[in-house]
């Protein structure tokens, strides 16, 4: 068997409000081209670099949650190389001090905890970004490429992992689970579709012997999804080669996401001689114990953690402790809604069915929406004392997240509340059996089942106010006397 | 009297505006230019501006340099007036901000005259480099100003201009000032911020000022020294009134002669004068004591090795796709890269990149940049254990004359033993100050203090001092006929 080894390179724009060493506004995404810049991250003569502070807070907020170990002396280091994305003709980033080293990050893999651990995590300036006009999509066939600068200087956290990852798919959990984490200390955005969250994968074939195999990078790689199709092809790749008895090649790949494959992007020959030096218009960082302990107070419980805790004691199945750490804001909105209503089954039931039923058809995040515990727990409630239906519930659930409007107060102006009324709900059920006299005959020759059509017609003539097993008796006893 | 104080003067007694202030400095650079190519840029439309924002200001003490111009070095970023480094790859380039250095000169009411010739980005020690021509010594015409910062000392040495700026990175203010006869400081690295400074050795650039007299040193000084956040290696420092210090007894210190500064290469002529400098300076009751710097011969090695590594990196930016010279005939991106930067790089500035970039290679690093930065640790704790024995140190700024065009430049080694006496005061990081000390066969000879990390008040105090007993700030050159 060939066993692959995959080390990943993850990239993560931090959450500052100004550069990584001038103070334009990183928030780029919808700014025209060349309109968040200054001397400074246009690498103008005569600029100097000044670190954001804010950046290196969140960095080291982050390697403390990832259980690294934070050098109490750093510096900045220069990588030198031409391009046109890179207007200094260096890269401020961080060569053999890095901010933070060790650490490591543990996620599931089928229900398994599985700990990748991590080589360094340092800091470094994001680049600019370059529009290639004509033919393909990269700069070697463009007619002509235009620079846009205003993500030049975004500061970037990189975070390198040691090759400890196996499969394909334990690199995505692995970068799901990164990202999540990231979110929850919010220090990254983590959108990887925005690029603000980007990863190289390293990946390499063991063979049977147990020897480490030849290993090629891929770069360009886009969405989670690319990740695990980009390895593994390159690792099916690399096996056939083997298998041909022929080599890997130690080179850096390019992932084509139309055509769905690797291809050679530069050999090791062409590989860059970065010829870093220390950063001489930086003073070394120096890291106070003070400091660490500041940021430490900062950390909140990770994804993982609050998961284990849903399911062990509030028991909560796997899947539903899943889905409400997914997102920070999620998790934190259940807690909240826990202080008002002690039945975590119940409560995880209504988000992780109707409001995520909700947020699938809207396609919303949950942090996209504006919900008050209070509200969404009443509507629970209402439910529970048979205030309402659960169809109606979730109706009115609905309406709340669109309107904003309090659900009680939709249940009155709308006259939604549940028909208990025996004799009114008798009619119904007559004339619903009167009127459908087919369905009637084929209950009565044994399909039973047909009884689910006939309920589903009195909850329409009473607009589901009626409770479904109210329905159901009386159908059935009404039935049964014919 | 200070050229400031008594410029000042006739502005109280409104004997003249600052009008004809400017006016009569633009003649002097009229007259001179033709001979000696001090300035790279003169612009009048500038000027004007300058003059009238001045003119708006109202004169008070604290404007302590109103109405005075000042001579700016050609690779210090002024707004809006074109700044080249005296290189064709920047020779349209037209800065959009002031280095910090000149906005608080305008700050405080000064005008910037002009900008003046260098060696491209500030790589050599004679003025040569530069890719507009040389600039003359005043003092013999067929001779060298020294460099890089020649055109700023020349501006001061024909009275072009009564102040300057200047870069010193190894040795570009004071040697020049030696070689011109005019008085020029390299402050302590982190003393005035380096922003819109263009970098050429990050670690050890410092800007400094140029003068005839101490007193205009130390008031311009005063304007451009301490700490400016925008530089992140300027240090949180609060000068001292920098003339307090001037006038007062200097009796009783002890100043250190570095037999290794002092014996090899110097010229038997630069010894002579000196040695009547030395006298001078018993005079004012300082104890002259030998002293040893074993490590300053590696000096130049060391610097070579930082200061070329470090300008690799730093002319990076100049690669013809934001800014600066362009050859637009390239189909291909590295042509592009090689073609503009070929054709906008003069030899010298090609050959150090190369240098530079070689000595930072993969397999070269630990055994030359890694190295250097370790002799020049080693360099600094010389002087530091030194500073503990004496209050200052002093030797010849150059160990030469004022050398004839053309005669060095062939020779790149010979070029750079010039700066031999000067380059250990940048790789340690402390001050240092070049003040003419006399002359042979009509070409000035200056002598060089050094001092202990923010000891520019004593740099003053002792300069101040021998200048009284040594003055030759009246002395202006007389190779030009009618001037």
Redesign the interface.
């Given at each position: 068997m060939y066993l692959p080894v995959i080390g990943l390179e993850v990239h993560a724009q931090l959450l500052t409000k100004s550069k990584m060493f001038c103070s334009c506004s990183t928030d780029h995404e919808n700014a025209p081209p060349n309109t968040l810049v200054c001397p400074i991250c246009m690498g103008m003569p005569g600029v100097l670099p000044v670190p954001n502070k804010k950046a290196i807070e969140l960095l080291i907020k982050t390697a403390l949650a990832l259980n690294c170990e934070i050098s109490p002396f750093s510096k900045f280091d220069r990588k030198n190389y031409f391009y046109p994305d890179l207007p200094k003709g260096y890269q401020i980033s961080q060569y053999d001090l890095p901010l933070a080293r060790g650490g490591y990050v543990e996620f599931e893999v089928d229900s398994e905890i599985k700990r990748v651990r991590l080589k360094r995590i340092h800091l470094e300036e994001d680049t600019g970004k370059l529009l290639h006009v004509g033919e393909g999509d990269r700069l070697a066939e463009a007619e002509y490429s235009l620079v846009d600068l205003n993500r030049c200087g975004i500061p970037l956290m990189e975070i390198v992992t040691e090759p400890d990852i196996h499969s394909p798919k334990e690199a995505r959990l692995f970068l799901q689970e990164l990202r999540k984490i990231l979110r929850y200390l919010e220090v990254s955005s983590g959108d990887m579709e925005k690029g603000s969250l980007r990863c190289d994968a390293n990946v390499s074939v063991m063979t049977e012997k147990g020897i480490l195999g030849i290993r090629t990078e891929i770069k360009n790689v886009n969405s989670f999804y690319s990740l695990e199709k980009a390895l593994e092809y390159e690792i099916e790749r690399q096996i056939n080669l083997l298998k041909e008895g022929k080599e890997v090649i130690q080179e850096t790949r390019h992932w084509d996401e139309k055509k769905q494959i690797t291809v050679t992007l530069r050999g090791k020959e062409e590989a860059e001689d970065y010829r870093y030096f220390p950063e001489p218009d930086i003073p070394p960082i120096i890291i106070s114990k003070e400091i660490l302990e500041e940021i430490k107070k900062t950390i909140p419980p990770l994804p993982l953690q609050r998961k284990l805790l849903l399911q062990n004691t509030l028991f909560l199945s796997p899947i539903e402790s899943e889905i409400i750490t997914s997102e920070k804001e999620l998790c934190e909105f259940f807690d909240e809604c826990l202080k008002l209503y002690n039945n975590p089954k119940n409560l995880s039931n209504w988000i992780t069915v109707e409001l995520m039923s909700y947020l699938n058809d809207q396609k919303l995040n949950f942090r996209d929406l504006n919900i008050e515990p209070k509200r969404f727990v009443k509507i629970i409630e209402m439910v529970d004392k048979n205030e309402i239906t659960r169809p109606v519930g979730k109706e009115i659930l609905r309406k709340y997240l669109d309107t904003k409007e309090d659900p009680e107060k939709i249940v009155e102006k709308e006259g939604l509340k549940t028909v208990s009324d025996l004799d009114f709900l008798k009619e119904i059920v007559k004339r619903v059996i009167d009127g459908n006299e087919r369905a009637v005959l084929d209950y009565l020759k044994g399909k039973k089942n047909v009884i689910n059509f006939l309920v589903g017609q009195v909850m329409k003539e009473t607009k589901g106010r009626a409770s479904l097993d109210l329905v159901k008796n009386l159908l059935e006893e009404e039935l049964n006397k014919r | 009297m200070g050229i400031i104080k008594e410029i000042h003067n006739l502005y109280l007694k409104k004997e003249i505006t600052v009008r004809e202030v400017i006016e009569k400095y633009l003649k002097n650079i009229e007259n001179w230019e033709p001979h000696v190519h001090a300035f790279l840029t003169v612009n009048l439309d500038y000027i004007e501006r300058e003059i009238k924002r001045v003119e708006g200001l109202k004169f008070n003490e604290d404007l302590t340099l109103y109405g005075i111009p000042v001579a700016i070095k050609d690779n210090?970023?002024t707004e809006g007036l074109l700044?080249t480094?005296a290189s064709k790859i920047?020779a349209n380039?037209i800065?959009?901000?002031d280095?910090e250095v000149i906005r608080r000169l305008k700050e405080k009411g000064a005008i910037i005259i002009g900008k003046t010739n260098l060696d491209e980005f500030a790589m050599g020690s004679s003025t040569e480099n530069s890719a507009f021509g040389p600039t003359k010594n005043p003092w013999d015409l067929e001779r060298v100003p020294g460099g890089s910062s020649g055109g700023s000392a020349v501006a001061i040495a024909t009275g072009e201009s009564p102040l300057a700026l200047g870069s010193d990175t190894g040795g570009s203010i004071r040697q020049p000032a030696s070689f011109t006869g005019v008085i020029g400081l390299k402050p302590t690295y982190g003393l005035v911020s380096?922003?819109?400074?263009?970098?050429f050795?990050?670690?050890l650039d410092q800007i400094g000022p140029f003068a005839r007299k101490v007193e205009d040193l130390a008031i311009i000084l005063q304007v451009i020294a301490g700490y400016d956040?925008?530089?992140?290696?300027s240090l949180p420092y609060s000068p001292p009134n920098y003339l307090d210090s001037l006038g007062k007894s200097v009796k009783g210190w002890k100043i250190g002669i570095p037999k290794e500064m002092w014996e090899r290469g110097v010229e038997d002529s630069v010894l002579e004068v000196l040695d009547s400098a030395l006298k001078v300076l018993r005079d004012l009751g300082v104890e002259l004591i030998e002293i040893s710097l074993p490590t300053v011969e590696y000096a130049l090695p060391t610097y070579y090795l930082i200061a070329t590594?470090?300008a690799?990196?730093n002319?990076?930016?100049y690669?013809g796709?934001?800014?600066g010279y362009r050859n637009k005939n390239q189909k291909?991106?590295i042509s592009l890269?090689k073609v503009s930067r070929g054709e906008g790089f003069g030899s010298e500035v090609k050959r150090r990149i190369i240098l530079g970039?070689y000595a930072?290679?993969?397999g070269y690093?630990d055994a030359y940049?890694l190295k250097a930065t370790k002799v020049r640790t080693l360099i600094r704790q010389d002087f530091e254990s030194a500073f503990r024995k004496v209050d200052l140190i002093i030797s010849p700024t150059s160990p030469v004359l004022p050398f004839r065009l053309g005669e060095r430049i062939e020779d790149p080694l010979k070029m750079y033993l010039i700066d031999i006496l000067t380059i250990p005061v940048n790789l340690a990081g402390i001050p240092a100050i070049s003040v003419p000390a006399g002359f042979k066969d009509n070409l000035p000879i200056g002598l060089q203090f050094m001092g202990p990390f923010f000891s520019e008040d004593k740099l003053l105090q002792i300069s101040y001092a021998f200048q009284k007993l040594m003055d030759f700030s009246e002395k202006y050159p007389n190779t030009v006929e009618g001037l």
């Open positions: - | 210090i970023l700044t480094c920047l380039f800065p959009p901000y280095a380096r922003y819109g400074l263009v970098a050795a990050s670690s956040p925008k530089d992140s290696t590594s470090e690799s990196s002319l990076a930016r690669d796709i934001h800014y291909d991106l890269y970039t930072l290679s993969a690093y940049y």
